[in-house]
C-alpha cells in the first residue's frame, strides 16, 4: 500500500514541479518568501513520497505484542502525512512564515512515523539482549549444579 501511495506522492512531486515551472516564475511572484515556502514544500512533497516508498520494504519485526500496533500506526501516519503535505502546497505559501500549519502538521507526522520504527527497534533490541542475558544466565546455573 505504501509503495503505490508513495509512487502517486513522487507523481504528484512532478506535478507540483511542473505547476511551480508553470506558474510560479520569478516574474509572475514578486514575494519571496511565498516563493521560497512552495518551494519547500515542493521538497517535502518529495521527502514524504520516498518515505512511503521505502517504507513499502520495511517491515516492523513482530517480537513483541506491541509491534502490530506500530506498523500500523506507522503506516498510515506516513500516509497521512503525505496527503498534508499536498494540502500544504497549495494553501501554505502565504508569504508569512508563522502561519505554515499544514506544512507543520505533515513534517510532524513523518517525523513520527519514523519514531515508530526506530521506538520498535529499540524495544527488539533491549528484548533481544534480556533474552540472552537470561540464556546466559541458566546456562550457567546449569553447569554449577552439575559440578
Known amino acids: 500500500m505504501n509503495l503505490y501511495f508513495g509512487l502517486l506522492f513522487f507523481v504528484g512531486f512532478l506535478a507540483t514541479g511542473y ?21 519547500a514544500n515542493h521538497i517535502y ?16 519485526k513482530m517480537d513483541h505484542s506491541i ?18 503535505s499536498f494540502v500544504a502546497f497549495l494553501k501554505d505559501h502565504t508569504g508569512n512564515l508563522k502561519t505554515r500549519n499544514w506544512t507543520l502538521t505533515a ?3 513523518s517525523v513520527l512515523s519514523i519514531s515508530m520504527v526506530l521506538l520498535n527497534e529499540l524495544i527488539s533490541y ?5 533474552k540472552s542475558v537470561l540464556i546466559n544466565y541458566l ?3 546449569n553447569q554449577s549444579n552439575k559440578l
Not at 520569478?26 to 516563493?35: F, I, T
Not at 500496533?69 to 501516519?77: A, D, E, K, M, T
Open 67 to 84: 509491534s502490530k500496533y506500530l506498523n500500523i500506526l506507522f503506516r498510515i501516519l506516513i500516509l497521512i502525512a503525505g496527503i498534508i
Open 107 to 109: 513534517i510532524i507526522l
Open 126 to 130: 533491549i528484548i533481544k539482549i534480556k
Open 139 to 141: 546456562n550457567k546455573k
Open 19 to 39: 505547476y511551480m515551472a508553470e506558474y510560479f516564475k520569478p516574474n509572475n511572484v514578486d514575494n519571496y518568501v511565498a516563493r521560497m515556502q512552495i518551494r
Open 45 to 60: 512533497i518529495l521527502f514524504i513520497s520516498l518515505l512511503n516508498i521505502i517504507s513499502f520494504k520495511s517491515e516492523i
